[in-house]
C-alpha cells in the first residue's frame, strides 16, 4: 500500500484481525459440519500472519505467476485501467472501469473519444502496460467536472463509479440509512450505546445485538468464583 514514490502506508483499519476472525468463523463452520458427519473435533489454527498473506488476493498471484513483486499503485488496480480515485473538480471520486466497453463509454463522456481506438489504449491490456502515459489525460479530464456530475453522467452510462465518502458521510448516506447500518444497543446505564449493524441480513435468525459491553469489573466475581474456586465469604 501506498503511492509508488513514498512511503509503504497502514491500511485505515485492523483489517487484518477482523479477516483473521471472519476466518476463524468459517473454519469453526467447517469444523462442526465434518463433527456432525464424524463424530469428530479438530483443533482449528489461525495464524494473522497467515490470514494476512492469503488476503494479498490475486497481488500474491500476480508475483507466483509473474515472478515480479507489484510495487506500490497508492489507490490504482493493478490489473485494470483505469480503475483508481481521481480528483474532480470539487473532490474526488473512485472510476471503475472494469472492461474495454466501459473504456469506450467513459471516454465519450470525457470527450476524449479517440482513446477509445488508439491501439496504445483500446484494450486493457494496452492500458496496463501505457498506464503511466494514460493516467495524466484522465487526470486532466476528470478534474473538469464536479463529482456530482460525473456521477450521473457514469451512471447514465453504465460506468461503475462511486464518491468517496468520509466515514460521517458514509454512515448518512441514504444507502446505510436504508439498511440501517447504525443502531443501538440498550443498556442500563448509558441509556443506549451506539454501534454499527451487523452486515449479515438472515431471514429466519437475523443476528441481533442485546447485550451492551461489559463494564470494567462487571465480571471479576464470577471469574474469581469459577477459576480460582474462592466462596463468597472470601469475595465479601
Not at 514514490?5 to 487484518?16: E, F, H, Q, R
Not at 471472519?22 to 467447517?30: Q, R, S
Not at 490470514?51 to 505467476?65: F, R, T
Request: glycine share 8%; with cysteine; net charge negative.
Amino acid at each position: 500500500t501506498g503511492e509508488a514514490d513514498g512511503m509503504p502506508m497502514k491500511v485505515g483499519v485492523a483489517l487484518v484481525d477482523v479477516l483473521t476472525g471472519t476466518n476463524a468463523a468459517t473454519a469453526i463452520l467447517a469444523a462442526v459440519m465434518h463433527a456432525q458427519r464424524s463424530g469428530s473435533g479438530q483443533h482449528i489454527d489461525m495464524s494473522l500472519f497467515d490470514v494476512s498473506v492469503a488476503s494479498l488476493a490475486n497481488q500474491a498471484l500476480n508475483y507466483l505467476v509473474s515472478g515480479t513483486a507489484p510495487g506500490r499503485l497508492g489507490n490504482a488496480h493493478p490489473n485494470i485501467v483505469p480503475y483508481q480515485a481521481f480528483a474532480t473538480a470539487d473532490g474526488h471520486i473512485i472510476l471503475a472501469v472494469g472492461n474495454d466497453s466501459q473504456f469506450r463509454k467513459f471516454c465519450q463522456i470525457a470527450g476524449l473519444d479517440g482513446l477509445a481506438d488508439d491501439p496504445d489504449y483500446a484494450t486493457n491490456k494496452a492500458r496496463v502496460m501505457n498506464r503511466v502515459a494514460l493516467l495524466p489525460t484522465v487526470e486532466a479530464a476528470m478534474a473538469r467536472q464536479t463529482t456530482a456530475w460525473w456521477l450521473q453522467n457514469l451512471a447514465t452510462a453504465g460506468v461503475p463509479a462511486g464518491p468517496i465518502n468520509s466515514i460521517d458521510a458514509a454512515l448518512h448516506e441514504p444507502q446505510a440509512r436504508h439498511r440501517g447500518l447504525a443502531s443501538e444497543i440498550a443498556d442500563d446505564l448509558n441509556g443506549a450505546i451506539p454501534t454499527v449493524t451487523s452486515p449479515m441480513r438472515m431471514s429466519a435468525t437475523p443476528p441481533r445485538a442485546t447485550l451492551a459491553p461489559p463494564r470494567l469489573g462487571a465480571h471479576s466475581r464470577e471469574v474469581l468464583q469459577e477459576v480460582l474456586g474462592l466462596d463468597a465469604a472470601q469475595l465479601d
